[in-house]
């Protein structure tokens, strides 16, 4: 898969890069941690359970896994301006319209059709990298975009948290409305089109099939995909299961959730800017695989301590072990996509679909699997870290060469 002769490339400053592409890939984890720790508030209004406002997280993880095989493609055929503007204006319309939501099934439906808005940003922002840089300052890039989306999970539980409080859960995505509103002109104003026309597919609808096939044919590909997407399991997990664990097993308060969520998010942030460094002493793969057997140490660890009565405890290597996902995704990102030549948009779909399809389905075993400890939670972590790990190792063990 070789990619035409190099074009002109569009004038954008990477700061702005970074906040325009940044603010867009907040969409996800805005609407999912500004309203967690407002189920229980959602279920009494509403007139139903936490089970079935849980359901509005997992089919928002459903519409953000289906919607991101459709954006890669169009993407790649009609350029990424266009399936942005798209893509934000339907996030900003179901999210102001959830605000007004009379039940929990309009609730769910409209959840479904924010995340089909929502999840564009992210996929065609990587969209938009590839088109940009090559491999190392790719993965730097996305070190860099981090931090801008990094802000997302500091910001957004704090901001619920104190939103619920004030005005009630349907504030929540009056503000989420707004802020799809102001994405929307900052790509409309700010954002120029990085694949021009004469480097966009023109092959039939029907070919996309085999296009998809090709690529997950490539372990250049395949194998970074792989393990990203079930190292973020882990991510998912947490998401889906500790307003449980930590305000119910643990006790904690609604505020002191958000602390703790904000608390993660920002060593997150912190370890991820690190990458820069580690990328002027290793490859990304090297960083990539490193970082993966770290986090598996780190899940092995948490499980020993599942069972503590001690939040402290707990926390440190659940904490420890959160903090390690950007750096998975960074560089794991950056390899698959520099793998994906001239199908860049379809690529990105592929990652970002197997994410979200994977966060769906844990999601959804979490919710079945669920008791009054922490251990679905910890062994979900070690399952995702795992599996990162035994993909990652079966790839270097193919890159070896084979004796004579």
């Given at each position: 898969m070789e990619?035409?002769?190099?074009?002109?490339?569009?004038?954008?400053?990477?700061?702005?890069?970074?906040?325009?592409?940044?603010s867009l890939a907040a969409f996800g984890p805005?609407?999912?941690?500004?309203?967690?720790?407002?189920?229980?508030?959602?279920?009494?209004?509403?007139?139903?359970?936490?089970?079935?406002?849980?359901?509005?997280?997992?089919?928002?993880?459903?519409?953000?896994?289906?919607g991101q095989l459709i954006y890669g493609p169009l993407a790649d055929r009609l350029g990424r301006r266009g399936p942005l503007l798209f893509g934000a204006a339907l996030f900003t319309l179901s999210s102001a319209l959830i605000a007004f939501a009379p039940d929990v099934a309009t609730m769910t439906?409209?959840?479904?059709?924010?995340?089909?808005?929502?999840?564009?940003?992210?996929?065609?922002?990587?969209a938009v990298v590839r088109d940009l840089f090559d491999l190392k300052?790719?993965?730097?890039?996305?070190?860099?975009?981090?931090?801008?989306?990094?802000?997302?999970?500091?910001?957004?539980?704090?901001?619920?948290?104190?939103?619920?409080?004030?005005?009630?859960?349907?504030?929540?995505?009056?503000?989420?409305?707004?802020?799809?509103?102001?994405?929307?002109?900052a790509v409309r104003f700010g954002l120029p089109e990085t694949l021009p026309a004469e480097h966009r597919r023109r092959e039939p609808i029907a070919d996309l099939g085999r296009v998809f096939v090709d690529l997950?044919?490539?372990?250049?590909?395949?194998?970074?995909t792989l393990a990203v997407a079930t190292a973020f399991s882990a991510l998912f997990s947490y998401l889906s299961a500790s307003p449980h664990v930590l305000m119910t097993v643990h006790g904690v308060s609604q505020q002191t959730y958000g602390w703790?969520?904000?608390?993660?998010?920002?060593?997150?942030?912190?370890?991820?800017?690190?990458?820069?460094?580690?990328?002027?002493?290793?490859?990304?793969?090297?960083?990539?695989?490193?970082?993966?057997?770290?986090?598996?140490?780190?899940?092995?660890w948490l499980n020993l301590v599942a069972d503590t009565s001690s939040l402290v405890?707990?926390?440190?290597?659940?904490?420890?072990?959160?903090?390690?996902?950007?750096?998975?995704?960074?560089?794991?990102?950056?390899?698959?996509?520099?793998?994906?030549?001239?199908h860049a948009g379809s690529a990105s779909s592929i990652l970002g679909a197997l994410?979200?399809?994977?966060?769906?389905?844990?999601?959804?075993?979490?919710?079945l699997f669920h008791d009054a400890t922490a251990r679905p939670l910890t062994l979900a972590i070690l399952a995702a870290t795992g599996l990162a790990a035994v993909v990652m190792t079966l790839d270097a063990l193919a890159e070896r060469p084979r004796p004579r």
């Amino acid at each position: 898969m070789e990619r035409p002769a190099p074009a002109a490339k569009p004038s954008i400053s990477r700061l702005r890069l970074a906040l325009v592409l940044g603010s867009l890939a907040a969409f996800g984890p805005f609407s999912i941690d500004m309203y967690l720790s407002g189920f229980p508030a959602i279920a009494t209004d509403l007139g139903t359970d936490v089970g079935s406002v849980q359901f509005t997280l997992s089919i928002f993880f459903f519409g953000m896994a289906a919607g991101q095989l459709i954006y890669g493609p169009l993407a790649d055929r009609l350029g990424r301006r266009g399936p942005l503007l798209f893509g934000a204006a339907l996030f900003t319309l179901s999210s102001a319209l959830i605000a007004f939501a009379p039940d929990v099934a309009t609730m769910t439906v409209l959840r479904l059709a924010q995340a089909l808005g929502g999840c564009a940003g992210m996929i065609i922002g990587r969209a938009v990298v590839r088109d940009l840089f090559d491999l190392k300052d790719a993965a730097s890039f996305i070190t860099q975009l981090m931090l801008v989306q990094g802000l997302a999970p500091v910001i957004a539980p704090l901001l619920g948290a104190w939103i619920l409080t004030a005005f009630g859960w349907r504030a929540v995505f009056v503000v989420l409305a707004v802020m799809g509103a102001g994405s929307f002109l900052a790509v409309r104003f700010g954002l120029p089109e990085t694949l021009p026309a004469e480097h966009r597919r023109r092959e039939p609808i029907a070919d996309l099939g085999r296009v998809f096939v090709d690529l997950l044919r490539n372990r250049a590909f395949l194998a970074p995909t792989l393990a990203v997407a079930t190292a973020f399991s882990a991510l998912f997990s947490y998401l889906s299961a500790s307003p449980h664990v930590l305000m119910t097993v643990h006790g904690v308060s609604q505020q002191t959730y958000g602390w703790l969520f904000g608390l993660t998010a920002s060593g997150m942030i912190v370890v991820a800017q690190a990458n820069r460094v580690f990328l002027r002493l290793a490859t990304p793969k090297t960083v990539f695989r490193l970082t993966i057997a770290v986090a598996f140490a780190e899940a092995l660890w948490l499980n020993l301590v599942a069972d503590t009565s001690s939040l402290v405890v707990f926390m440190i290597p659940l904490a420890l072990g959160l903090t390690l996902i950007p750096l998975i995704g960074a560089n794991g990102t950056a390899l698959a996509m520099a793998a994906s030549g001239r199908h860049a948009g379809s690529a990105s779909s592929i990652l970002g679909a197997l994410q979200f399809g994977l966060g769906t389905a844990v999601s959804a075993a979490l919710g079945l699997f669920h008791d009054a400890t922490a251990r679905p939670l910890t062994l979900a972590i070690l399952a995702a870290t795992g599996l990162a790990a035994v993909v990652m190792t079966l790839d270097a063990l193919a890159e070896r060469p084979r004796p004579r």
